[in-house]
DNA sequence: CTGAAAGCGCTAACAT
DNA sequence: ATGTTAGCGCTTTCAG
């Protein structure tokens, strides 16, 4: 089929050692040889086989990454970043959805992980001791996550979180609902968070709504209680959310900001791709995923360094979904 | 490290071809022995070295699948069914993330094609010639364009395009702008399509909005133009585009579908996450998806076979953003 | 049904 | 700076 490295050789009249050498190790071999073999191989159109490096070398310089839904826009920026970073790196990427079954997304992981030199799981719905077991087989790197004595790359929320709360306050909402989400590691942290947030700013948290599935028809339902709960403005757990709720609001004829203030969290593309554009807790999620890669190159590198968590700063985006209250 | 067949035949007192038999071909072996074998492969925690099989048997195991932008729904959605399908072969899945440039998008597409078994090109921005020659050099299947001779699935639009014409004849609208999209391959075929159907109801066709690359911000700036062209309906072409200028249209306080009807193309989430939800022209990118790996492994399967095109219907599915023509 | 032997194409000491 | 020599771990004839 393909040319190898031992036809290159041999029309080069060099062993295949040199021409591996030129490959791996370019500054190791004369110039002139090295061009020679060069020239071999271009007229060949050989290049090296992967499969072959790999198994000699023992690691097969790809990377793979599982999300639970591809679809979902908050992973999707996710896979492109990790994509991007991985690349300029120069390793290949394995993709893999999990889902929400935990059994199953381990087990993806556990096949992944023999084929490539490591794991980046972003956002996974599954119980730490399943990761730590991971992360003890294997390199594994966390986005989108904290767990303690784990490599990850998470965003830090309480900043961002804050601002929200102060915002609203300052525009003077008394009582706001927090549209919160299910199953992800995140709500637990994310409501004691809140409350603080809201005690501070002397706001009155409704936080009866959810948890929900974090998806636009949840948020949806979601809109329907809102107007009952006496609250006048709503943050939602994550952009697909917010944006039912915002459909939700509108099909009821309410107004944001006028009737209701919103503020998202995440702020995909989502956040300012619908009318009004959404007040946001920023995510910075590129960031996440490069960073993400990082460590995981990192332990890669060194299986026994010490873990490193890596928080990345949230910030409040204000657009135009948040308001004056109206009065009472 | 991790266990070898070796390590298994020794243990299992059998010799290695028998370990490899039990795991590639088990009705080969004895089933008492089977047991046996699987036994201690448990014990040791033992599975195959994926890279030294693929190396053995001259194949990776694996797909790739090169997508120009993984954020946008479409594709993200292309992703998903893509992956599933993979998966349920039994395949695993490289991707990588393209941009817009040929050339790159052609080199990533050959250093890929090398480490997998076959390419997926999902709405590839790449001369034809370039397709073909990629195509020639391995297993290449196209999800969502048609180009003759290679193995395609892709989206038959006819139908469901002049069925939204004859929606908005129907509804009254008697001039409609269509906001089309650049670079893509789609875009001429497209065009030629919305002259024969309007001119099929006698509708009257406005153009010149674009070719806007496919962006919420591109559709927000057609939007602009929309009024002043006398149409009364819009039918654009994809979901994000549709989303700018339904975004639009509300920042300038035009009702949809009161002043404006609004078609879209494609229907993702997107298409029903918004308010109004959209009308649009589904397109069975799941199918599409599912098809361009059976396509893929077909080709694989029997690299001389004849092309083989997969048209899937496409249909007007009518939601919320289409109304009768506003009274002149 | 099972075993022995010869690779798959490349890499990495070790020698020269 | 380059060549020699063993593998990496699995698959696959070919014998038995």
Redesign the interface.
């Known amino acids: 089929m393909s040319a190898t490295m031992a036809d290159v050789a041999r029309e080069a009249g060099v062993s295949a050692s040199t021409v591996s050498r030129t490959f791996s190790l370019p500054e190791t071999v004369r110039a002139d040889t090295r061009e020679r073999v060069l020239a071999v191989a271009r007229r060949l159109d050989f290049?090296p086989?992967?499969?072959?490096s790999?198994?000699a070398r023992g690691r097969?310089g790809?990377l793979g990454l599982l999300v639970p839904?591809?679809?979902n826009?908050y992973f999707?920026?996710i896979?492109?970043s990790v994509?991007?970073r991985a690349?300029t790196a120069d390793r290949?990427?394995?993709?893999?959805?999990t889902g929400d079954a935990h059994d199953e997304a381990y087990g993806l992981a556990k096949a992944?992980a023999?084929?490539t030199d490591g794991l980046l799981l972003a956002g996974p719905r599954m119980p730490e001791d399943m990761l730590r077991s991971l992360a003890a087989a294997g390199p594994v790197a966390l986005i989108g996550l904290h767990v303690p004595q784990t490599d990850c790359a998470y965003a830090e929320l309480p900043v961002g979180m804050r601002q929200a709360v102060r915002h609203l306050a300052a525009l003077g909402h008394r009582r706001i609902v927090y549209v919160n989400g299910t199953r992800t590691a995140r709500t637990a942290g994310f409501r004691r968070l809140m409350r603080a947030a809201c005690d501070e700013f002397r706001v009155e948290l409704v936080e009866h709504l959810g948890p929900f599935d974090l998806t636009?028809d949840n948020g949806r339902a979601a809109a329907d209680l809102v107007p009952t709960s006496g609250a006048t403005a709503v943050i939602a757990h994550n952009d697909?959310v917010a944006?039912?709720v915002?459909?939700g609001l509108?099909?009821q004829g309410r107004s944001v900001p006028g009737d209701f203030s919103l503020i998202t969290v995440d702020d995909t593309?989502?956040a300012?791709?619908?009318?009004p554009a959404l007040t946001a807790v920023h995510v910075p999620i590129d960031a996440m995923g490069a960073h993400g890669v990082d460590l995981l190159l990192a332990r890669i590198a060194d299986p026994q360094g010490p873990p490193r968590l890596v928080a990345l700063p949230t910030a409040l985006t204000v657009r135009e979904s948040t308001g004056r209250a109206p009065a009472p």
Request: hydrophobic fraction near 40%; aromatic fraction near 6%.
């Open positions: 290049s086989n992967r499969t072959a790999s198994l097969t790809a839904d591809i679809a826009p999707g920026e896979v492109k994509q991007r690349r290949a990427l394995f993709l893999t959805e992944m023999r084929q636009y697909m944006h039912g915002a459909g509108a099909r593309y989502l300012r791709a619908i009318h």
